[in-house]
């Protein structure tokens, strides 16, 4: 088994035909050309924040801005605050041990 060089929690192997990966998050499998391997790291994008390990620098940070922003009056969570929290998932998903 191997893994997705830019996603760590999704692993793959070569089968006949092409690859068959699998995100250790959730569990979902499926064997796919290698040029839909990416489609498939995508689609589990959301696992970012669920490593069950490590947090993300995303999350990290968003633990430290919602108080702040409940404390600002402000809503704990926004579409610029998720974007940020996903990009720096991204960024760095194994950031802090849980």
Do not use: Y
């Amino acid at each position: 088994m191997h893994r997705h060089p830019g996603v760590q929690w999704i692993v793959f192997r070569p089968v006949p035909g092409g690859v068959q990966l699998r995100c250790e998050v959730c569990g979902a499998t499926a064997t796919l050309i290698p040029s839909q391997a990416d489609e498939f790291s995508r689609q589990h994008a959301q696992h970012r924040s669920a490593s069950p390990t490590h947090m993300g620098l995303g999350d990290v940070v968003a633990k430290v801005a919602q108080p702040v922003a409940r404390m600002l009056g402000r809503p704990d969570t926004c579409t610029p605050c998720e974007k940020r929290k996903q990009a720096l998932n991204a960024a760095l998903p194994a950031f802090w041990r849980r």
